[in-house]
């Protein structure tokens, strides 16, 4: 909670912050280049050490060789403060060697690579479509 107050004389806003609650929130990184299961996935989250005092946002990071549903994982782990996650992995493949393929794979992330050049500031949202279109194709 915010509490302000404005001194008469002065004018100006005098603002302090008080905790209300005893729990904090922190962020912990996971890399999970080495799993290979979503049941592994799980495993290694519920296998971390978590203050009990604390609210945790969990940000996945590697390159993965798995397809992550984020809302599943929350469904699954045992961790009751565990309250966000949040994807931020690669994935694992090279695009130049797929980009070079005569197949439509190969056009689509030629087209994609081509527009991450046109559009640079449109970079990680573009990846991500590659990294969609790639999934797509696998199914």
Not at 54 to 69: A, C, D, P, Q
């Amino acid at each position: 909670m915010i509490y302000g107050e404005i001194d008469e004389n002065t004018k100006k806003l005098k603002l302090e912050f008080i905790p209300v609650d005893d729990k904090e929130f922190a962020e912990k990184e996971i890399n999970i280049s080495e799993i290979s299961s979503i049941e592994e996935l799980l495993e290694k989250i519920n296998n971390e050490e978590y203050d009990e005092n604390k609210y945790f946002k969990i940000i996945l990071v590697g390159n993965k060789k798995i397809e992550i549903n984020i809302n599943e994982i929350l469904k699954n782990i045992l961790q009751k403060n565990i309250i966000k996650i949040k994807d931020k992995t690669k994935l694992e493949v090279d695009l130049e060697n797929i980009s070079k393929q005569q197949n439509l794979k190969g056009f689509f992330v030629r087209n994609l690579l081509e527009k991450i050049e046109e559009e640079p500031e449109n970079k990680e949202k573009i990846y991500k479509a590659i990294e969609i279109g790639l999934m797509a194709f696998e199914k």
